[in-house]
C-alpha cells in the first residue's frame, strides 16, 4: 500500500506545533528553542514559536503533543537492488520498513545483489543508470533512495565514468567488491569519479562473501574515497592499529555500519572524539545483507553510540542526519530554512528510564516513533516497528 503513498496534488503547507523537543541535526547548535516548524511545498519556511511564524493557510496541522522532531534519518548504506525487494534475504517492502524506523533518505553503495549482476564494462554501466532511474521514480512510501552506484572493474577507462555522470550516476558503490582491489587502480578510477561529480566509498575490512576481499588500511588510505565505508567492518573489521591509522591519516568520512563490529565502532568513535573530528562519524546498516535488514538500524546505531559510546543522544542523532547530509550535499538532515521538510516524530518509549527521551536512548533503548514525514506530506504514523512512543502526534486540520 505504502507503494501508492499519497504525492501533492497541489501547494501545501505544513504545519507542525507544540514541538516538545526539536533536534536540528547540526552538531554545532543540536538543540534548537523552537516549537513549531512550518513547511511550503515540501521545503522548510519557517522555524520559531508558534506566534512568531505564520501559519495562516496550512493544508496539514499536526499536533506534536510534546514530542521530540528531528530530520529524517539518513541511512548511509544500503544494497537496494530493484523496487521494494531485496533477493539478499528475499524479502519485500523492507525499504517501508526502513520508514517505519525513522529513516527517510538511503544512500546505495552499489547493487550488488542484483541477480545476474554484470561485471562487464557496458553492463554495468547500464545497471547504474538503470537503478538511480528506477529508484528516482519509484520512491517506496516516500523514501528518497540515492541509487545508481556502479561497482568499479579494472577494465574501466576515464571516458566511462564522463559518461555514467552525464547520464545521471553520483555515487560509486564500494570499491573492492568488484575486480579493483589495490590502491593504485583504485586511486586513479576514484580521481577520476571525482573529477566528474560522482561521490566514492569503499569496502574497508575483511572479506563480506565468498569472492570479495581484504581492504586494509593501506589501500584504503591510497584510493582516498570520499567515505570510508563501513570503517567497523561489513562483516569483519581491521585491527584497531589499522582503523586509528585510517583516522588519522585522512580527513573523509568514517561510516559505522550497524552490520559491522559494534567494538570496533566504539573504538573509532573514540579516536575521532580525541581528534576533535565527531563531525566526520556518520551512519549506515549495510544492509541488505547476510546480517539481515535492519528496519531499526539506524536507532539502534545512535542508540548504541550514545550509551556505550557515551555520546549525548542529541549529538549521536547528528551522525544519522547533518553529518550524512553535509558530507553527502544532501538537501534533508537538518532542521533550517530552505531544505527539505523531511522529518521523524519520535518519543521516549513507553515505561522506558530516563526522565525524557534524550536519557532513555542515553540508557541504551530505543525511541517509539510516531509520524514520519517526507518532503511536507505525513507518510506514516504510529510506527509498527519501534516500541510504543509514550505520546504520538496527531493529524489535526487539513
Ligand atoms: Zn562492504
Known amino acids: 500500500m505504502a507503494h501508492d503513498a499519497p504525492e501533492a496534488t497541489g501547494p501545501t503547507k505544513l504545519v507542525i506545533r507544540n514541538i516538545g523537543l526539536l533536534l536540528s541535526g547540526a552538531m554545532e547548535r543540536p538543540i534548537l528553542d523552537a516549537d513549531t516548524i512550518v513547511a511550503e511545498n515540501g521545503k522548510i519556511t519557517a522555524i520559531g514559536r508558534l506566534k512568531d511564524v505564520n501559519t495562516e493557510g496550512a493544508t496539514t496541522i499536526v499536533d506534536a503533543h510534546g514530542t521530540t522532531v528531528a530530520p529524517g534519518l539518513i541511512d548511509s548504506h544500503v544494497h ?3 523496487g521494494d525487494w531485496t533477493p ?4 519485500i517492502n523492507w525499504i517501508d520498513s526502513f520508514l517505519h524506523g525513522g529513516v527517510t533518505t538511503m544512500i546505495s553503495a552499489g547493487e550488488v545483489h542484483m541477480p545476474g549482476r554484470p561485471r562487464d564494462v557496458v553492463g554495468l554501466k547500464a545497471m547504474a543508470i538503470f537503478a538511480q532511474r528506477s529508484f528516482w521514480t519509484l520512491r517506496p512510501g516516500g523514501v528518497k533512495v540515492h541509487a545508481g552506484a556502479p561497482v568499479i572493474e579494472c577494465e574501466m577507462v576515464e571516458e566511462d565514468f564522463k559518461e555514467l555522470a552525464a547520464a545521471g550516476v553520483k555515487l560509486l558503490g564500494e570499491v573492492g567488491l568488484g575486480g579493483v582491489k589495490d590502491g593504485p587502480t583504485a586511486r586513479k578510477m576514484v580521481g577520476w569519479a571525482r ?11 575483511g572479506p563480506s562473501i565468498p569472492g570479495s576481499g581484504l581492504i586494509d588500511k593501506d589501500v584504503v588510505l591510497e584510493a582516498d574515497t570520499d567515505v570510508v565505508g563501513h570503517i567497523n ?3 569483519t573489521a581491521l585491527p584497531d592499529d589499522q582503523i586509528r591509522c585510517i583516522c588519522e591519516g585522512c580527513k573523509r568520512g568514517l561510516e559505522l555500519v550497524h552490520n559491522g563490529n559494534e567494538r570496533s565502532a566504539l573504538f573509532t568513535l573514540r579516536t575521532a572524539r580525541e581528534m576533535g ?3 566526520r562519524i556518520i551512519l549506515g546498516t549495510d544492509s541488505p545483507a547476510g546480517s539481515g535488514v535492519q528496519p531499526l538500524g539506524i536507532l539502534r546505531m545512535v542508540s548504541m553510540l550514545s550509551s556505550l559510546g557515551e555520546v549525548p543522544a542529541e549529538i549521536a542523532f547528528c551522525f544519522a542526519t547533518g553529518n550524512t547530509a553535509r ?7 537538518i532542521i533550517e530554512v530552505g531544505r527539505s521538510a523531511d522529518f ?4 521516549q518509549a513507553q515505561h522506558s528510564p530516563g526522565k525524557n527521551i534524550l536519557e532513555s536512548v542515553q540508557l541504551g533503548d530505543l525511541p517509539g516513533v510516531g509520524m514520519t514525514i517526507i518532503d511536507g506530506i505525513v507518510r506514516t504514523q504510529r510506527s509498527r516497528n519501534t516500541p510504543p512512543a509514550a505520546k504520538v502526534p496527531e493529524i489535526v486540520g487539513h
Not at 539478499?88 to 524479502?91: A, D, G, I, M, S
Not at 573529477?195 to 574497508?204: A, C, E, V
Open 233 to 235: 567492518g561489513g562483516h
Open 327 to 333: 558530507m553527502r550535499a544532501l538537501d534533508c538532515g
Open 80 to 82: 537496494p537492488v530493484a
Open 277 to 279: 573530528d565527531l563531525s
Open 344 to 347: 521523524v516524530i519520535m518519543d
Open 88 to 91: 539478499r534475504q528475499n524479502q
Open 195 to 205: 573529477k566528474y561529480g560522482i561521490q566514492s566509498t569503499i569496502h574497508t575490512g
